[in-house]
Every structure is written in C-alpha cells, then in structure tokens.
C-alpha cells in the first residue's frame, strides 16, 4: 500500500468521523436546546464535507476541489467559533453575515487555489488559518465564566487543535520546497485524533451545560416551593400563620399533645361585619390587622398565632396553664382602639375562649372547649350590655 493510499483512508476515517461526530452532537442539539451545540453540529457536517473534496482531490486531481476544501473548511472555523462565543452567553454574528462572507471567501478560495502549485501549497496557508481560528475559538472559551473539567479539555483539545496546524506550517514548506518529510503523509491520522478529541470535548461541555442548566432549574422549583409553602403557611393580611399551617404542623406533630402541652385560645372579633358594612371592607382589614397586633403583644414570642378564619384567630400558648392566660387576656376587657385614617378611630371588642391541652385533653378537644367558652363569654357580656 503506498503513501498516497495510506493518506486517502485516513481522510475517509476522519470524513466518517466528522460526520458521526456531527450527528451525534445535532442530536443533542435538538434534545437539550443547546445552541452552541446546532453551531458545532454544522460545523462539522462542513468539516466533512472539505475532507470529502481532499479525498475526491486525491483521486481526480481537480483544482475546483480545492476551491470547495477551501470554503468549507472556512465554514468549519467559523460555526465551531460561533458555538464557542454562543457557549460563553455573548452574541453570535446574525446567519445572515454568512452570505456577506461568502462572495468575499469564494474569490480568496480562487485566488489561492490558483496561485498554489500544489494542494501541499493550498494546505500551508489554510494550516496557517486553521491555527489562528482555533486559537480565536480557544480564547473565546476563556470568556466563559463556568470553568468546568469539560470546559477546560475543550480549551485543551483547541490549543491542540492550533499548535498541530501551527506545526504543518513549516513543516510542509520544508517538504514542499527542501527536503521530504515522509511522516508528513501521516498527518492525516494525527488530525483524525485531534478532531475526536474536539469532537469528545463538546459532548462533554454540553452536557455539564444541561446539567447546570437543570440543577439551576430544581432550584428555581425549589425557591418557588419554599415561597408557595410560605404563602399557604402565612396569612397575607395578618401575616400570622394560616389554618393550613396549623393542620400541616399537627401532621408534624410539632404541636402534638404527647410531646407538648399548655392552652389554647380562641379568638373572634365581635361585630365585624357591621363594621364592614358601616365602614366598608378596607377598614374592615385594618380592623383584624389591629387586633393581630393586639394578640401578638400579649402572646409569647414562641407561641403560635393563626388566622383562624375571617374574623377568627387561634393561639397556641406551650406550657402555658389557663390562669396565666386568663391574667394575660384581661387587657382584652377593653375596646381595642384601631385608627382607620383621616384622624379618626373606631372601638372594637375582641372575645376571647381558652383551655388546656396535653396527657388529659388534646389539642382538637381543647379548641372545642375553648370555642364553647368564647361562646358563651360573648353571650353574658352581651347580656350584662342589656
């Protein structure tokens, strides 16, 4: 088998490399939403399709081929930059840049097919452009602010990808013009690993992308679930906590009466909706809100407070007996002065229920008595009213 039939399999793994790689990465492409991934991928399909036109070179020894590797390879350089500047979150040039480029890069591709002796002539100033894109395309992953293990063998694999065209440069003007180099038929092969190489790197980078790209996704969820839970655990108006956080910490036995014990109390704001009727709904707020605030300077810092409903809260006071509560809640024996604006104020009257709960009554049975007993405060003072 000689040189030239050496060379040409070489270029035919490295077509059928390029295209697999090609394929491979398209398909991520299309799977993840990776822009950076559809630049590459047509990349490569391009790189394919100038080793195609080298080994149909080999075999017709036409010049137009050269004109073809030339373009493509040009196209090659400029979509795997464009994926790496898309990869680093910075604009990549409009696609519509490509048919400014192409009139100006069919003319250079003329120029220098037909100046050049030999397609070894041709690959000289190519491997010099080659190297100076790969190492545009290499400074443009230092841009990118996650530093990743794929990230950096992608800078690696380009850095390669430079020094090794950087190398045919005088190596090929030294075969061409003074003394044959005859490893140089086997450059081919070293190509074929660098492109796979390349090829392996970008795989890599975007799939470390998705995976940030998910792992930011479940935080975002998560964020959005710890303030959905806040929302339905927290009362908007009052912001004490809500029915359902009561329920929710019941099932987490943080308020179980096994582990725990005191009073609980009940709460009702007497005439509410006369208020919202007299006043209207806005003034009706700034009543419950006052007395929420009248609750909480009475409580503990460590007790419970829910909104209970719309003029109902619910205090849970741990180790707290009924005769320190009691004492607790005759400052409610009073009005509640709450101002509504405009200098003006309106009384209102809060009734109140307690009970014990723990190794004798649980929390469910104590809330029942402490209603029943709310109840029936609010009917004796309204009688003594009478």
Not at 67 to 91: A, D, I, K, P, Q
Not at 100 to 125: E, G, H, K, M, Q
Not at 151 to 161: H, I, P, Y
Request: aromatic share 10%.
């Amino acid at each position: 088998m000689g040189v030239e039939d050496v060379a040409a399999i070489a270029v035919l793994f490295q077509s059928a490399g390029s295209i697999l790689l090609g394929v491979i990465i398209g398909q991520l492409a299309q799977i993840l939403s990776s822009r950076a991934a559809r630049w590459w991928s047509a990349a490569w399909f391009a790189f394919a399709v100038a080793l195609i036109s080298v080994r149909f070179f080999i075999a017709f020894q036409a010049s137009a081929l050269s004109v073809v590797y030339l373009l493509f390879e040009w196209l090659f350089l400029f979509l795997l930059w464009c994926g790496c500047r898309e990869l680093t979150g910075r604009s990549t040039p409009p696609r519509a840049m490509l048919f400014y480029l192409l009139p100006i890069a069919v003319v250079a591709a003329i120029v220098l097919a037909r100046s050049a002796r030999t397609f070894n002539d041709v690959f000289i100033y190519e491997a010099a452009v080659m190297s100076i894109s790969a190492f545009a395309s290499y400074r443009e992953l230092l841009r990118t602010v996650a530093s990743t293990r794929g990230v950096a063998a992608m800078r690696a694999a380009l850095g390669l990808f430079a020094v090794l065209y950087a190398a045919y440069v005088p190596l090929f003007l030294m075969h061409t013009n003074f003394t044959p180099i005859p490893m140089l038929a086997y450059s081919s092969f070293a190509d074929l690993l660098v492109s796979i190489f390349v090829g392996c790197t970008m795989v890599l980078v975007i799939a470390e992308a998705e995976n940030r790209r998910t792992t930011d996704l479940v935080s975002e969820l998560e964020q959005a679930r710890s303030v959905v839970e806040q929302r339905l655990h927290t009362d908007a108006l009052t912001e004490a906590l809500s029915r359902h956080a009561f329920h929710w910490m019941k099932q987490g036995a943080e308020v179980a009466t096994e582990a725990l014990s005191g009073s609980v109390v009940m709460i009702d704001i007497d005439g509410l909706k006369e208020i919202n009727d007299t006043y209207g709904h806005d003034c009706g707020d700034m009543v419950i809100r006052a007395v929420a605030n009248a609750l909480r300077a009475v409580i503990r810092g460590d007790d419970l407070l829910f909104r209970w409903g719309g003029d109902e809260f619910v205090a849970i006071l741990p180790n707290l007996p009924e005769r320190v509560v009691a004492q607790r809640l005759t400052v409610f024996d009073r009005p509640i002065a709450v101002a509504i604006g405009n200098g003006r104020e309106i009384a209102c009257r809060i009734s109140c229920g307690y009970s014990e709960f723990g190794a004798q009554q649980n929390i469910d049975d104590a809330m029942r008595v402490a209603d029943q007993r709310m109840y029936e405060r609010r009917q004796a003072r309204d009688a003594q009213r009478k």
